[in-house]
């Protein structure tokens, strides 16, 4: 009996299958390669206001705090993968008047992962709680919304939506929505007041609120494992960084108001359970 052919994939989705393989089944590595790509072209090209020190520092400290921690209290392989985003992560966006607040957020970022934890999955994201604590304990932590030109947040945000479009963790949605209410909330802001529209649209341009939306946000490990829940926690967040950013007048609004609803997840996943299939799991075991 004769097989029917199959029918060809659109090319769309050969390609990023493609992509895919080449990276391997884990797509931290393309992850990787984004936020070291978009660091290096910061650090030569627009100049970030970053000591190479103090990156080389900060992913020193996470990888062997990491490695120490994964060693004496969890007992297993040591994984360098995810404590090198979060080291990166930290490297774009945390900036620091020492060298010694940037490698102690480092540490911090790390160890949340392990004494942290409900039901499997750490509260946090290791980079926000680290830039989050430091900013609301001490006056030697900040974050640089305005460092990026607005070519460089054109591809900052294409290169972080290919990370999301290449990733098995299936995020976009919390990303769009995220993205969508906190713009809805900036232009309603603005007709409000009777400011141009250009107002706005400048600050939905900046490179901090991408690296937010697409990297942290988003992150599988700290996000409601249902969809519809996700959704509805991405606007509640946009609710909060408006009301702090623009109420509190606190310019880290958008991290703080990641880091103070960030308990909630657990409650979430707890009263509106996933089903077995939209539940997030590396193909490798991670923390």
Same mark, same amino acid.
């Given at each position: 009996?004769?097989?029917?052919?199959?029918?060809?994939?659109? $090319?769309? *989705?050969?390609?990023?299958?493609?992509?895919?393989?080449?990276?391997?089944?884990?797509?931290?590595?393309?992850?990787?390669?984004?936020?070291?790509?978009?660091?290096?072209?910061?650090? $030569?090209?627009?100049?970030?206001?970053?000591?190479?020190?103090?990156?080389?520092?900060?992913?020193?400290?996470?990888?062997?705090?990491? !490695? *120490?921690? #994964?060693?004496?209290?969890?007992?297993?392989?040591?994984?360098?993968?995810?404590?090198?985003?979060?080291?990166?992560?930290?490297?774009?966006?945390?900036?620091?008047?020492?060298?010694?607040?940037?490698?102690? #957020?480092? *540490?911090?970022?790390?160890?949340?992962?392990?004494?942290?934890? $409900?039901?499997?999955?750490?509260?946090?994201?290791? !980079?926000?709680?680290?830039?989050?604590?430091?900013?609301?304990?001490?006056?030697?932590?900040?974050?640089?919304?305005?460092?990026?030109?607005?070519?460089?947040?054109?591809?900052?945000?294409?290169?972080?939506?290919?990370?999301?479009?290449?990733?098995?963790?299936?995020?976009?949605?919390?990303?769009?929505?995220?993205? =969508?209410?906190? #713009?809805?909330?900036?232009?309603?802001?603005?007709?409000?007041? =009777?400011?141009?529209?250009?107002?706005?649209?400048?600050?939905?341009?900046?490179?901090?609120?991408?690296?937010?939306?697409?990297?942290?946000?988003?992150?599988?490990?700290?996000?409601?494992?249902?969809?519809?829940?996700?959704?509805?926690?991405?606007?509640?967040?946009?609710?909060?960084?408006?009301?702090?950013?623009?109420?509190?007048?606190?310019?880290?609004?958008?991290?703080?108001?990641?880091?103070? !609803?960030?308990?909630?997840?657990?409650?979430?996943?707890?009263?509106?359970?996933?089903?077995?299939?939209?539940?997030?799991?590396?193909?490798?075991?991670?923390?």
């Amino acid at each position: 009996m004769n097989e029917e052919p199959r029918q060809p994939l659109p $090319v769309s *989705a050969t390609s990023v299958q493609t992509l895919r393989h080449c990276i391997g089944a884990d797509p931290r590595h393309y992850q990787i390669a984004t936020l070291a790509a978009l660091l290096t072209y910061g650090l $030569v090209v627009l100049g970030f206001e970053q000591r190479l020190s103090h990156v080389i520092a900060i992913v020193v400290m996470a990888i062997g705090t990491e !490695a *120490a921690l #994964a060693r004496f209290v969890c007992r297993r392989k040591f994984d360098v993968l995810s404590p090198l985003i979060t080291a990166l992560s930290l490297s774009i966006l945390l900036r620091t008047s020492g060298i010694t607040a940037c490698t102690i #957020a480092a *540490a911090i970022a790390i160890g949340s992962k392990y004494y942290m934890r $409900v039901g499997g999955k750490h509260v946090f994201n290791p !980079a926000n709680f680290a830039i989050s604590l430091l900013i609301l304990t001490t006056d030697s932590a900040w974050i640089s919304p305005g460092q990026w030109g607005r070519d460089a947040v054109i591809v900052f945000g294409m290169a972080a939506l290919a990370t999301l479009v290449l990733s098995c963790a299936k995020r976009l949605d919390m990303a769009f929505a995220f993205l =969508g209410a906190y #713009a809805i909330l900036l232009f309603a802001r603005a007709a409000h007041l =009777g400011d141009p529209m250009a107002i706005p649209l400048q600050q939905m341009q900046s490179g901090a609120l991408l690296m937010f939306a697409f990297f942290m946000i988003t992150d599988p490990k700290t996000t409601p494992d249902r969809r519809s829940t996700r959704i509805v926690y991405a606007c509640a967040v946009a609710s909060l960084a408006m009301l702090l950013q623009y109420v509190a007048h606190w310019p880290e609004g958008l991290m703080l108001a990641l880091f103070f !609803a960030s308990p909630l997840v657990p409650l979430l996943d707890r009263f509106a359970p996933a089903l077995r299939a939209e539940r997030f799991q590396w193909r490798r075991p991670t923390l």
